[in-house]
C-alpha cells in the first residue's frame, strides 16, 4: 500500500496565520528539496529509456547507469522522505492518540514531532560518520566518491530537523517545551547512568526493550519509518554491539537494488491514470458491462480495482481514482456507502497481488523470489478473491431484495469498451515486456508512465504541463514515504538479524513439529495482525526475509508463500481499526469510521476464507507461472 495524506494536528491553525520570514524562507527551502527530488525522478526515467534504447539499438546498455540509479534512489528515498514529512504523508496509526481528550493528544503530537526531531539527529550523526569513512573510497565506473550514495541522508536529516521544528513551533508555541525538556531530561538520565542499568539486563533484554520501544512509538502516533529509525538506533546503543554508523550505512544500503526504481514509476503511473482520464474510462465501461447485476455498483467497484489495479502500482492511486469516480454515482443510486467503503478497501487488499504491485517489487527486492513469476502468478490468486467478494455482494443483495439494474444498451457497452481500449492496452504492453524479455519490469514501469501521459497529453488532452508537475512532485513525495519506510524497515530487519531473532523463530517452528499447516497459518495470521499496525508494506520488508527462509525449509514454494504474504498483508492494511489503508478508503468515500467498520465485517470474513483459498491451493498461484515456463 502507498500510504495516507493526513494533516498534521494543527496544520489548519498554522495555515491561517500570516507568512513569517522564517515560514516563507522554509518554503524556499521545500522548494528546493521538491527541485532536488524531481530532477532526481525525472532524470532517472530519462536514463532508463535511454539505456533500453541502447540495448535495442546495439544489443548493450551503459553500465554507469546503475551507479547513477543508486544516487537518484538515495536521493527520492530521503529527500522524498523528508518532504513527506513536511507534507503529512507520512503513514501514521492514530486510533489510539485520536481517543485521548485534546490537552493530552496536543501533548502526544507534540512528543511524536519531538522523537521525529530525535531520529532526524541520530540519523544525521550517523550519515556523518558514514560519508567521513567512505568519501576515499570510489565507485568503479564514475569513480565519484563513495559517501556521495550517503548525503541524500544527511541532507533529510537536515530538513527533517527543521521541519520538526517548524510544525513544534506552529502548533505548539512554548508549550511544546513542556513535551521536549522531560524528554530531553530522560535522554540524559539515561545516557548519564548508561553503566548502571545496562548491567541489570539479560541478554535477550535488548531486542525486547527494542521491540517494545517501536511498538509504543507507533502506538502514539509517530510515522512508521521514524519509529523504524529509533528502535534500530536503540538497539545498537543498548546493545553495545555494532557503532552506529551501521544504522545509516543499512538505511542507504536499503535503497541499493536496481528493481526499486519500478516504484517512483509505478506511483507517478498511477497519479496519471487517476488524474488524465484513464481510471474514469474503465470504470464507464466496467458499469456498461455488469452495472445492471444485483448489487450492481458494488459489482463495478470490485471489477474496476481489479483492472486498475493492474495498471498502476499504488494502493492510494488505484482507491482514489476508483472511488472519487465511484462515490457521486453510489449516492445517485442510494447505494449505502458505509457498505461501499467496505465494498472498495475489500477490493483493494485483494488487488495487492495484481502486477503492477509495489509489494511484489518489496518481496522481490529483499528475497530470491521472481518479480515477473509474481506479476504473472498474482492474476488468478487475485481473481479468486475477487468472485468470493462479488458472490457475497450478490447474495447480501438478493437478501435485501435488491432489483437487478438496467442492462445498458449495446451502443453504451460499444462507446465505452472503445473509450477503455487505449486505457486496457497498458496491462497487455506490460506483461508482453516481462514475458517476451524486452525489459526488466523497472524498464516497463518507465515505459509505463511514457504511455499514460502520451494518452493523457495528446490522446484525451486532460493534464497540462502544470498538472504533470504537480503530478510529479506528489508522486515524489509519496514514492518519498514509501521508499523511506523500506530503507528504515532495511536497519530495523539488520537489527533483528544480528539479535539473532530468526534462529529464535527456527526453535519455535521446530517446538512445531515442522508442520507446514500451522506455518502457514501462523504467518497468515503474523502478516494480518503486523500489517494493519505497520501499513502493510514495512511489514512485509521486515517479516518476508525471516520467514521466507523458514517457509523453504519447510518445503513451500517461495512463489506461492510470497503471494500468501503478500495477500495476507493487503488483509492487514485495509483491516479496522488500525490498517491506515482502511482509513484511506473512509477518507475517498467520506464516510465515518464507525459505521464503516461495520459494515467491512462480512467482507473481512470472505478476505479471510479467499486468502485460505489460495493459501492451501498452491495450483492458483503457480500454474500462470508454469505454463510460461518461470522457474517456480
Not at 491553525?13 to 524556499?28: H, N, Q
Not at 497529453?457 to 502544470?466: A, H, K
Not at 523463530?505 to 508442520?515: E, I, K, R, T
Not at 500451522?518 to 520467514?547: C, D, H, K, Q, Y
Amino acid at each position: 500500500m502507498a500510504g495516507t495524506l493526513s494533516v498534521p494536528a494543527g496544520a489548519e491553525r498554522g495555515a491561517a496565520r500570516p507568512r513569517s520570514a522564517v515560514t516563507r524562507a522554509i518554503d524556499a527551502v521545500d522548494a528546493a528539496a521538491k527541485t532536488v527530488a524531481v530532477i532526481a525522478l525525472l532524470g532517472e526515467l530519462a536514463l532508463v529509456m535511454l539505456n533500453v534504447g541502447s540495448r535495442a539499438a546495439g544489443g548493450t546498455g551503459f553500465l554507469w547507469v546503475d551507479e547513477v540509479a543508486r544516487l537518484a534512489l538515495s536521493t527520492m528515498t530521503f529527500i522524498g522522505g523528508a518532504l513527506a514529512y513536511r507534507a503529512g504523508a507520512h503513514t501514521a496509526v492514530h486510533a489510539l492518540v485520536n481517543r485521548l481528550p485534546g490537552a493530552w493528544r496536543a501533548r502526544c503530537t507534540a512528543l511524536d514531532d519531538c522523537l521525529v526531531l530525535l531520529a532526524a539527529a541520530i540519523a544525521g550523526s550517523s550519515a556523518f560518520s558514514l560519508v567521513v569513512s567512505s568519501w576515499s573510497e570510489v565507485t568503479p565506473i564514475l569513480r565519484m566518491p563513495a559517501g556521495t550514495i550517503a548525503l541524500p541522508l544527511a541532507a533529510c536529516a537536515a530538513l527533517l530537523a527543521l521541519y520538526a521544528i517548524e510544525r513544534l513551533w506552529n502548533d505548539h508555541g512554548w508549550r511544546a517545551l513542556t513535551v521536549a525538556l522531560p524528554l530531553a531530561l530522560a535522554l540524559a538520565i539515561l545516557v548519564l547512568g548508561y553503566d548502571t542499568w545496562t548491567d541489570w539486563l539479560s541478554d535477550q533484554a535488548p531486542i525486547y526493550l527494542t521491540l517494545g520501544l517501536f511498538l509504543v512509538s507507533v502506538l502514539i502516533g509517530v510515522p512508521v519509518g521514524f519509529a523504524l529509525v529509533l528502535a534500530s538506533a536503540a538497539y545498537l546503543w543498548i546493545s553495545d554491539g555494532p557503532p552506529m554508523v551501521a544504522l545509516a550505512q543499512n538505511m542507504v544500503n536499503g535503497t541499493a537494488n536496481y528493481v526499486l526504481l519500478a516504484i517512483p514509476f509505478f506511483v507517478v503511473a498511477g497519479l496519471v491514470m487517476e488524474r488524465g482520464g484513464l481510471s474514469l474510462r474503465l470504470v464507464h465501461f466496467v458499469h456498461a458491462l455488469v452495472g445492471h447485476f444485483r448489487g450492481g455498483l458494488l459489482q463495478v467497484m470490485v471489477i474496476s480495482m481489479y483492472f486498475v489495479s493492474g495498471l498502476s502500482g499504488s494502493k492510494a492511486a488505484d482507491v482514489a481514482a476508483v472511488g472519487s469516480v465511484m462515490r457521486d454515482m453510489l449516492k445517485r443510486e442510494r447505494y449505502d456507502i458505509a457498505e461501499s467503503t467496505a465494498a472498495l478497501a475489500a477490493s483493494a487488499a485483494m488487488g495487492e497481488t495484481i502486477p503492477p504491485s509495489i509489494a511484489m517489487l518489496i518481496l522481490g527486492s529483499v528475497t530470491s523470489v521472481s518479480i515477473a513469476a509474481m506479476f504473472i502468478g498474482g492474476l488468478i490468486p487475485a481473481a479468486v478473491i475477487a468472485v468470493c467478494l462479488m458472490a457475497l455482494i450478490y447474495i447480501d443483495a438478493r437478501r435485501a431484495g435488491t432489483p437487478k439494474g438496467t442492462r445498458a444498451p449495446f451502443a453504451e457497452m460499444l462507446r465505452t469498451g472503445l473509450h477503455a481500449i487505449l486505457p486496457l492496452v497498458m496491462p497487455v504492453l506490460l506483461f508482453a515486456g516481462i514475458l517476451l524479455g524486452f525489459a526488466t519490469p523497472t524498464e516497463i514501469s518507465s515505459f509505463a508512465v511514457l504511455y499514460g501521459l502520451a494518452l493523457s497529453v495528446i490522446v484525451y488532452r486532460e493534464m497540462g504541463f502544470s498538472a504533470f508537475i504537480r503530478i510529479v512532485v506528489d508522486g515524489a513525495t509519496l514514492t518519498g514515504m514509501i521508499l523511506f519506510i523500506l530503507a528504515a524497515s532495511s536497519a530495523f530487519s539488520w537489527a533483528l538479524t544480528i539479535a539473532n531473532l530468526p534462529q529464535q523463530l527456527v526453535d519455535a517452528l521446530h517446538g512445531l513439529n515442522n508442520s507446514t499447516v500451522v506455518f502457514t497459518l501462523g504467518s497468515m495470521v503474523l502478516l494480518i495482525v503486523v500489517g494493519s499496525l505497520l501499513e502493510g508494506l514495512p511489514a512485509l520488508n521486515v517479516m518476508a526475509p525471516l520467514l521466507m527462509p523458514l517457509a523453504i525449509k519447510l518445503a513451500i514454494n517461495p512463489l506461492h508463500y510470497g503471494m500468501v504474504l503478500i495477500i495476507a498483508m493487503g488483509v492487514g492494511a485495509f483491516m479496522p481499526p488500525a490498517g491506515v489503508g482502511f482509513y484511506v478508503c473512509c477518507a475517498v468515500m467520506r464516510t465515518d469510521i464507525e459505521s464503516a467498520s461495520r459494515a467491512m465485517l462480512p467482507y473481512f470474513l470472505v478476505l479471510l476464507a479467499g486468502l485460505l483459498i489460495v493459501a492451501f491451493v498452491p495450483w492458483l498461484t503457480l500454474v500462470l507461472p508454469r505454463l510460461f515456463h518461470f522457474a517456480v
